[in-house]
């Protein structure tokens, strides 16, 4: 299933983080949860980065940092709005880089006029001075970092928190410049890749959307017609229709009201393969739908947290996955870098691997010939009977994904790159020997097999057969205020300035060549992202160009509700008195299949009965769930319990001690049984919990449920209990890092 938090990826990497003088961390704890890639950070700092942290907890990547600043959770548009407002009036922006590059700035200008310091200051809780200083040290500092994770994408604002921070970032001109850009760090292992893959409801693999012209492009490429996968559809219009996320199938099963965005039927089996699922909010809402469906399997080397969550007796199926020691592929990294991965053993007893497990799907469902098909078709081209996996799946999805350059890849490329580790610097990612001119992994995009790949993105100051770009250009060429989009800068070694994507059409214009009658046919009616000849590409690397364009970057999104960023109060706001002249957006339908409310959650006296802001977050020693890691004696041993860490103040306030047993009750009605943790980590009106429990469903122990040897060491409450309803506006990512509660002693 889909996965659908953390949209993003890093424009830089996390050995570049060295060249960085300043590093703002924005809601992200690498401390706790990229403790590899916080050396990195460490070391900067030794050289003299300064590494702020702007957190509404005291973690443990504040504890490192050189400042720590408290912000209320929800409201970083506000301060950076705030940080804009200052930077304007000072002039602290880089005009030659908006000038040259930036589409729309001036609004941006304009919308931070409504964000004075003092109002900031009310909105975020965060000192004026305080605002000031840090925006003055950043806007100083040559280049700087951002670095930033859930704490931004968590919230009903999530797609405008991630929009804002670019904008930042574009407006001081550190995109696309060694030691800054925006860095998302990615969560699970692959997680790139996944998305990459376009293991969502909303794509096809390479981000090609789910339009006609997608459909044909990987039908060409998985040998298979386009009328018989469009038949596998109940029309042409579901097949292009944005599916159900992680967070709304549940509504597809429990209400009515969506069943008609969904052809008119209640989902009615589910399977899960490589998802927790007890992490998503409103765990209630997942057992009601489990508990009603027909079917439902888990794919999954343990026993997955939520089929001991279900009642159901019937129907429910554990199929035993290989764990990733037990299979081999290549897997992407935060930075879009692709890395082969070996087996280290064979499959142990009767688990299976992930892929063999979906060929019999696919062969139950009457259709594994076409599944497999390009398959064998590549095998063939090579003389083999049979495909090998994975590396002929490698080929297929390099070959076939264009959009974001991964035709430079192959199976023998990454394999290399892996057995030479050793021969890469992990500061800049550059090797030597028989690595040189490549960069460990072939970041993408990697247009061809002689591109290095490309560490660093938006570098416009560096060739393109170094890794050299500009924007790229996906929503035209003028806006439509009549503005050009595209960049006035060239890439070194090319006479070509600020250009559209390259097609058939325009190549031959854009870059005064003729194409011959072969090339010409060969590459008839595609672009530089779709057919199957890398002949355009080629073309645009020799004339020293990115393929995909030159642009502009938009800070303004003129199809979208909120056309530029704003500040709107959380679904379950802290401060009721700001939601009037910061609302959230009007009701939502058919987001992602499902009618999500937002106006009409909001519009309540919700503090009332819920007076403290609820926080959630990851322990270093537990991953995800926690399915994996408590099943491990020691990292169960060393967190074992779960808890809510509460003011002391606060604490006393309800006569609670440390480490008495708390219920916290969640505005859906729901409540959890925790420990208390006394801390100073939270502020009076906040409490945290870790994210990372499972296996005790409402004060009640559910350790009798797992089958014979699967029961994991540590078990405790899922805080997705008690976690409230509220959804990005875009994403339908679950607001889990605001939001109300209440607390009780137990
Ligand atoms: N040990 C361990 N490592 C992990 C994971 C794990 O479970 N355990 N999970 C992996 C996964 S899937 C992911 S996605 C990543 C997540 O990595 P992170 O995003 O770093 O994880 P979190 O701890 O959920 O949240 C980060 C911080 O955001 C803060 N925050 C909350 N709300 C706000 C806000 O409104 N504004 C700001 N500025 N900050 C806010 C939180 O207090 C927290 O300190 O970690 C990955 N790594
Ligand atoms: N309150 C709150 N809730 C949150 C968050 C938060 O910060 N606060 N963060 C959210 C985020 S970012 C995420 S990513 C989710 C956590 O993400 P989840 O996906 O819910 O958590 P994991 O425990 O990582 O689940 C992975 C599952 O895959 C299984 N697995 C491991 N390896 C393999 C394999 O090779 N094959 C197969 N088939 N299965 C495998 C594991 O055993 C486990 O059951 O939590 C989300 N929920
Ligand atoms: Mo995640």
Redesign the pocket.
Same mark, same amino acid.
């Given at each position: 299933m889909a996965n659908t938090?953390?949209y993003g990826g890093m424009t830089n990497h996390l050995g570049d983080m060295r060249f960085s003088k300043y590093i703002l961390i924005?809601?992200?704890? =690498?401390a *706790?949860? $990229?403790?590899v890639g916080m050396v990195h950070l460490l070391r900067a700092k030794e050289s003299g980065a300064k590494i702020v942290c702007?957190? =509404?907890?005291f /973690?443990k990547?504040?504890a490192k940092a050189d400042e720590f600043i408290r912000?209320? /959770?929800?409201?970083?548009v506000a301060l950076v709005y705030g940080m804009i407002n200052y930077i304007k009036a000072n002039k602290l922006y880089d005009e030659k880089y908006l000038k040259e590059r930036v589409y729309g700035y001036e609004e941006i200008f304009k919308e931070a006029e409504k964000y004075p310091l003092d109002e900031v200051s009310n909105i975020t809780g965060i000192a004026k001075e305080t605002i000031i200083n840090m925006t003055k040290e950043m806007a100083q500092a040559k280049p700087a970092a951002l670095i930033?994770? !859930?704490?931004?994408t !968590? $919230?009903t604002v999530g797609t405008n928190n991630t929009r804002i921070m670019p904008i930042l970032q574009m407006l001081l001109g550190n995109i696309g410049k060694n030691g800054g850009g925006v860095n998302i760090?990615?969560? $699970?292992d692959n *997680?790139q890749g996944a998305s990459d893959m376009g293991n969502l409801s909303d794509t096809l693999p390479g981000y090609y959307g789910l339009g006609e012209g997608a459909w044909k492009h990987f039908c060409n490429h998985w040998k298979v017609d386009y009328e018989w996968m469009k038949s596998r559809f109940a029309s042409k219009e579901m097949m292009e229709k944005t599916g159900y996320a992680l967070s709304t199938w549940r509504f597809g099963v429990l209400d009515e009201e969506n069943f008609t965005h969904n052809a008119n039927t209640p989902l009615k089996a589910l399977v899960v393969i490589g998802n927790g699922i007890s992490t998503t909010s409103l765990l209630d809402k997942t057992k009601m739908a489990l508990d009603q469906m027909e079917l439902v399997v888990f794919i999954d080397p343990y026993v997955n947290d939520v089929a001991v969550i279900t009642e159901r007796t019937d129907n429910l199926f554990l199929l035993p996955a290989a764990s990733q020691m037990e299979t081999s592929g290549s897997v992407a990294a935060t930075n879009r870098s692709y890395q082969w991965r070996y087996q280290v053993m064979k499959p142990m007893f009767e688990c299976r691997e992930d892929h063999e497990i979906l060929f019999d799907l696919a062969q139950r469902l009457g259709f594994k010939e076409e599944f497999q098909r390009s398959l064998y078709e590549i095998a063939k081209k090579e003389g083999r009977e049979n495909f090998i996996w994975p590396d002929d799946a490698t080929t297929e999805m390099a070959q076939s994904i264009r959009s974001i350059g991964l035709q430079g890849m192959s199976a023998k490329r990454l394999k290399s790159h892996c057995d030479h580790w050793h021969l890469f610097n992990n500061v800049t990612l550059a090797g030597t020997g028989p690595m040189k001119d490549q960069f460990y992994g072939l970041p993408w995009p990697c247009w061809s097999e002689k591109h290095p790949g490309t560490p660093v993105m938006y570098n416009d100051q560096i060739p393109v057969m170094q890794g050299g770009m500009g924007f790229r250009v996906r929503w035209g060429e003028k806006s439509p205020d009549g503005q050009s989009l595209l960049s006035q800068n060239k890439l070194p070694n090319s006479q070509i300035a600020g250009h559209p994507a390259i097609s058939a059409e325009n190549i031959e214009k854009i870059l005064g060549i003729k194409l011959t009658e072969k090339e010409k046919e060969a590459t008839k009616g595609t672009t530089f992202a779709t057919g199957d000849t890398n002949i355009l590409v080629e073309k645009a690397l020799e004339a020293g160009i990115c393929p995909y364009g030159n642009g502009k970057a938009r800070m303004v999104v003129w199809n979208w509700a909120d056309q530029i960023p704003r500040h709107r109060e959380p679904l379950h706001s802290f401060r009721q008195d700001l939601i009037s002249k910061y609302p959230t957006f009007a009701d939502k339908k058919n987001l992602f299949r499902a009618n999500v409310k937002f106006k009409s959650e909001q519009d309540h006296d919700w503090k009332k009965d819920y007076p403290l802001n609820m926080?959630?977050?990851?322990?270093?020693? $537990?991953?995800?769930t926690?399915t994996e890691t408590r099943s491990a004696k020691y990292l169960a041993e060393i967190a074992h319990t779960m808890f809510v860490e509460i003011h002391p103040n606060t604490a006393a306030n309800y006569n609670i001690g440390d480490g008495d047993d708390v219920w916290v009750h969640g505005v859906g009605g729901t409540k959890i049984l925790v420990k208390a943790k006394l801390s100073y980590r939270v502020d009076e009106h906040s409490v945290?919990m870790p !994210?990372?429990f499972s296996g005790v469903y409402s004060g009640k122990s559910l350790l009798d449920r797992y089958p014979s040897g699967t029961k994991p060491y540590a078990i405790g409450e899922a805080a997705s209990l008690v976690v409230g309803y509220g959804f990005d506006y875009n994403t339908a990512c679950p607001e889990t890092?605001?939001g109300l509660c209440r607390i009780e002693k137990a």
């Open positions: 938090f953390g924005i809601g992200a704890n =690498p *706790v949860n $990229h403790p702007i957190d =509404p907890h /973690s990547t504040a912000i209320r /959770s929800g409201t970083d930033w994770n !859930q704490g931004l !968590q $919230h760090l990615r969560g $699970h *997680v926080l959630t977050g990851r322990l270093v020693a $537990h991953m995800g926690g945290f !994210q990372n890092k605001c």
